[in-house]
């Protein structure tokens, strides 16, 4: 489920089974205006991949920009996590690029994918599903 894209009556029929929550997170650089898209392409990419897959338990959310080394982002995201889990999702689930995670060492993240390399592979979203439905069987 895309968050934008349900209208009231689908989301009150689909809202009991969606548990789990995906948010990109995109760290972007507006000084460097030549990169600006790809910056957070694949992240988004991967998650709207994911979402896709997992379709009908997943609520794909809209991406998190922020700056490098922004004082309140570790707040941001905690705030995320709890509201999250105030709504009734029992899953969420941060989609960040793995250079994100070296420069956010403070950030509680709960569970992060993580997204490496410079590719949107296949294989890598495979494992990042299989990342979910684990923790999914978890819970059983």
Known sequence: MIWDKLDEQDWKKAAPYVDTVLVAVCD???????????????????ASEIERQ????????????????????QSYV???????????FRHLFFVVEERVLETTPGVDWGTALTVSGDDNSDAQIRQLCEQIVRQWQEEV
Request: without cysteine; proline residues 8%; positive net charge.
């Open 28 to 46: 972007i650089k507006p000084e460097n205006k030549l990169d600006l898209s790809s910056q957070t392409s694949r992240t988004v990419y991967v």
């Open 54 to 73: 997992l379709k009908g338990r997943v609520m794909l959310m809209p991406p998190v920009s922020y700056l490098s080394n922004e004082p309140w982002f």
């Open 78 to 88: 905690s705030s995320i996590r709890s509201r999250a889990e105030k709504g009734g």
